[in-house]
C-alpha cells in the first residue's frame, strides 16, 4: 500500500496550491479518503475528507470556503485544491485513506505546504 502526496511547496498569502495523493495497494473507490495537516507544536487535523460510495465531502469549518477534495478514480487520486490560503494554512499535509469497515488505515508521508511572504 501507498499513498504519495505531491504538490506541496511555498506560496504568497491569498495564493493556490492543489496537492495531489496518488494510492496504489489497494480498492481506491472503497475508501474514504481525506486529507490531514499538522503545524508545529499542534495536533494532527482533519482537513477534509470524501467518501467512497457517494462522494459526500467534510470540510473543517476554517476551510469550508476555500478548499475543494474531489477524486479521480481512474488515477486512484484524490486532490486538495487551496485557494485564498492563508499564513495559518502553514503546515504538514497529509493523506489517509479508510475502508468502509474501519479496519484498515493509511497514511501517506506528508507535504509540507508553507504560506509566507
Known amino acids: 500500500v501507498q499513498l504519495v502526496e505531491s504538490g506541496g511547496g511555498l506560496v504568497q498569502p491569498g495564493g493556490s496550491l492543489r496537492l495531489s495523493c496518488a494510492a496504489s495497494?489497494?480498492?481506491?473507490?472503497?475508501?474514504?479518503m481525506s486529507w490531514y495537516r499538522q503545524a508545529p507544536g499542534k495536533e494532527r487535523e482533519l482537513v477534509a475528507a470524501?467518501?467512497?460510495?457517494?462522494?459526500?465531502?467534510y470540510f473543517a469549518d476554517s476551510m469550508k470556503d476555500r478548499f475543494t477534495i474531489s477524486t479521480d478514480n481512474a488515477k486512484n487520486t484524490v486532490y486538495l485544491q487551496m485557494n485564498s490560503l492563508k499564513p495559518d494554512d502553514t503546515a504538514v499535509y497529509y493523506c489517509?485513506?479508510?475502508?468502509?469497515?474501519?479496519?484498515?488505515?493509511?497514511w501517506g508521508q506528508g507535504t509540507q505546504v508553507t504560506v509566507s511572504s
Open positions: 489517509n485513506a479508510q475502508d468502509d469497515y474501519n479496519k484498515y488505515n493509511y
Open positions: 495497494g489497494f480498492t481506491f473507490s472503497r475508501y474514504t
Open positions: 470524501i467518501t467512497s460510495a457517494g462522494g459526500r465531502t
